[in-house]
């Protein structure tokens, strides 16, 4: 299946460049956004790891300090400047950046800091589809057939040329929001308008290389993802996630983690062996990666690597010995601190992003208590609040919750979490400008 005798390195060393046991706190700066999963998480996770945090967000830079929380303000669509302004901190020992959109400000603070991170064309490579193929294709990984498109293009010669099955997706957007599969010029051309839409709303018209869309030949197979730090261009594996339900379209919502993999050792260490080859590629240096990455009888193809942590609140799945969070992990490696042995503490785990049940207003949430108390399940965390809109792919952007769950076997940890799911009921009422639209 995987030929040529492929050999897998993994140094495990840590490096401290900035502090060594026995000397003063260190310092981080941590950008995230004002209302993200994690940025709670990562705050307290240096607390407990003993690091000082300057938070850096996307708050407010007219009003004083409206959170309390004296975070220093940014603006993810002046990324130059805001880097300016954090560059100005003193004694800052590392930078984490939290979700796609502080990235590039981190990388470019880090440069001017004198800070090990990632650099600044290797974030933007990543933020870009079509930029990650071409250097995918270069590298000599494994890469569809794909091209780009003007989202104001008219979308008919397009759609005579594409390769079908293929799969349409915004250059600059994440967590597979405006990812469609085509299988034919039809499908295509709806798809494309769909797009298309989505782009013009404020929040994704704001975001990097929204004027485009990748265009790439649908790839079969089975789908992966990879949790990861480099350090000074080396990876470190933490975990290989499966995915156990089948991602094949017309979108591609992803519900279920599970780790460890359940695939051969030869297998795992193709994903992980390409997993570098791409980061590589990229030019990702320093820091936490999440990349995703599909397997099939040809190999591995990389999907995209992102230049952070995994999102929301997912990071909860994976707990170290000595109670070590996958959070604390990334800022201790920010100041040097990594540990030089890591082992995972369950045997299984998984996480499931709980699916949006439909479009609407959200107005309760039934069940949680009898979810809670399945075997296996360690946790329940509905995230979606009532009143708020309710919007599926490949509109929406965000999951109404997290089921976490461990247990003896990856088996074992994925029948927890699909019986705790169906446990749940959320009661969904019509929005009001869907109701307008019925009269």
């Known amino acids: 299946m995987f030929a040529g005798g492929i050999t897998l390195f993994r140094k495990r060393t840590s490096v401290s460049w900035n502090h060594s046991p026995g000397m003063s706190q260190p310092r981080i700066l941590l950008l995230a956004a004002t209302t993200g999963y ?32 004296r975070a220093i303000p940014i603006r993810f669509e002046e990324p130059e400047l805001s880097a300016q302004a954090l560059a100005q901190a003193e004694n800052v020992d590392g930078i984490v950046a939290v979700g796609d959109r502080p990235t590039y400000i981190a990388a470019l603070a880090a440069e ?48 005579r040329t594409a390769p079908y099955p293929c799969v349409l997706k915004p250059v600059g957007l994440s967590g597979s929001r405006g990812v469609i599969r085509a299988d034919d010029a039809a499908e295509f051309l709806e798809a494309f308008r769909r797009i298309g839409r989505i782009l013009s709303q404020p929040d994704a018209a704001r975001e990097a290389n929204a004027g485009a869309i990748q ?31 089948p991602l094949d379209g017309p979108f591609f919502e992803e ?63 994976l707990q170290f010995r000595n109670g070590t969070s996958l959070e604390e992990l990334v ?20 996480v499931m992003m709980i699916p949006v049940p439909r479009a609407g207003i959200l107005e309760s949430v039934d069940g ?27 509109e929406g952007a ?4 997290f089921i976490f769950a461990s247990g003896t076997s990856g088996q074992a940890v994925e029948h927890s979490l699909r019986t705790a799911h169906s446990r749940l009921h959320f ?10 639209g019925a009269l």
């Open 38 to 69: 994690q940025t709670r998480s990562f705050a307290a996770a240096a607390a407990n790891a003993g690091v000082n945090v300057a938070l850096a967000t996307d708050r407010c830079h007219v009003l004083e300090d409206p959170w309390r929380d």
């Open 112 to 159: 001017t800091l004198g800070i090990p991170w990632h650099p600044p064309a290797a974030v933007l490579a990543c933020r870009n589809k079509h930029r990650t193929r071409e250097l995918f294709e270069a590298a000599g990984l494994l890469v569809p057939a794909n091209f780009l498109v003007p989202a104001n293009a008219d979308p008919g010669n397009a759609a």
């Open 215 to 245: 265009v790439e030949e649908f790839i079969p197979g089975r789908e992966f993802a990879l949790e990861g730090i480099m350090t000074h261009g080396v990876l470190r594996v933490l975990a290989i996630f499966d995915k156990p339900d």
């Open 255 to 317: 519900t279920i983690y599970l780790t460890p993999s359940r695939e051969p050792t030869a297998v795992q260490r193709a994903i992980e062996t390409t997993a570098a080859r791409a980061a590589s590629a990229l030019g990702l240096w320093h820091g936490p990666i999440h990349a995703e990455m599909r397997v099939n009888e040809r190999g591995v193809w990389m999907l995209e690597i992102a230049a952070r942590p995994i999102g929301g609140l997912c990071a909860r799945v």
């Open 331 to 350: 800022v201790l490696h920010s100041v040097g601190r990594m540990p030089e042995v890591l082992e995972i503490v369950k045997p299984a785990s998984g």
């Open 368 to 394: 949680r208590t009898e979810a809670q108390a399945v075997p296996g399940v360690d946790d329940v965390i509905i995230t979606a609040r009532r009143g708020d809109r309710l919007i599926p792919l490949p």
């Open 398 to 401: 965000s999951y109404t919750g």
């Open 427 to 436: 009661t969904v009422l019509p929005a009001l400008d869907v109701l307008r």
